[in-house]
């Protein structure tokens, strides 16, 4: 398997442009995880969806952010109007299972919101 | 309110020195600890997962152990090499969690000398 599989790797983009992320999970996995990286905060889970359905999005910042899983291989993280402070990696991962299974990582997207 | 920390933030030892990286948890009721390596510009590697029942994993030169009721996980890694250098994070997954979200530590950066 080519593992989880993120795109952009690098998006650059001016203050008030919408952007979005995409993500391919590993396939027959059926949980879906986006993270966001930064010096500052570390590793902050934004959003997670089981079987496509968002399960617990209480760490999505704002309402300028959406995620949708419209099925099992494909899913977006979206940012509308994007901000300076959004700049940051942005990870998506899967796994088999929740609980007990290890987590897989995709390569991220670099964003930098000028 | 589960805190993880880890400490040194970063370490820097010659090539061939065994080492230890620690990770402290504030609340023992955790369902599992991961430990994951993260190279630079790239996503996160699960390296080890110790469930709550465990006292220790293992993999080659690495090794993972987990006291829950002091709130500890320690990373011993034998014989270092400079393929070592990386981030390593560690994270736990708490009991009350419906199945997803992983709190990470901020990470210790090593860095092995040739």
């Known amino acids: 398997d080519a593992g989880v599989i993120q795109s952009p790797r690098h998006e650059v983009t001016e203050m008030g442009q919408e952007v979005t992320l995409r993500c391919k999970p590993i396939?027959?996995?059926?949980?879906l995880f986006w993270y966001r990286q930064t010096m500052m905060r570390g590793l902050e889970l934004l959003i997670y969806?089981?079987?496509?359905?968002?399960?617990?999005d209480s760490g999505m910042p704002e309402d300028r952010f959406s995620a949708k899983m419209p099925n099992a291989s494909f899913s977006t993280l979206k940012i509308q109007p994007s901000e300076p402070r959004d700049s940051a990696v942005y990870f998506c991962?899967?796994?088999?299972?929740?609980?007990?299974?290890?987590?897989?990582f995709g390569s991220g997207t670099q964003l930098s919101v000028l | 309110k589960q805190e993880v920390t880890q400490i040194p933030a970063a370490l820097s030892v010659p090539e061939g020195e065994n080492l230890v990286l620690n990770c402290s948890f504030t609340d023992s009721a955790i369902y599992n600890l991961q430990w994951f390596r993260q190279d630079p510009g790239k996503g996160l590697t699960s390296l080890l997962l110790i469930q709550s029942s465990q006292r220790e994993q293992t993999s080659g030169r690495l090794n993972a152990s987990l006291d829950k009721s002091s709130g500890r996980s320690t990373l011993y890694i034998a014989a270092s090499q400079p393929g070592d250098s990386a981030t390593y994070l560690c994270?736990?997954?708490?009991?009350?969690?419906?199945?997803?979200?992983?709190?990470f530590g901020q990470g210790t950066e090593l860095s092995v000398k040739p």
């Open positions: 991962a899967s796994s088999l299972g929740a609980w007990g299974e290890k987590l897989f």
């Open positions: 396939s027959g996995h059926d949980y």
């Open positions: 994270a736990v997954r708490e009991i009350y969690n419906q199945g997803g979200k992983l709190i």
């Open positions: 969806f089981n079987n496509n359905v968002p399960i617990d």
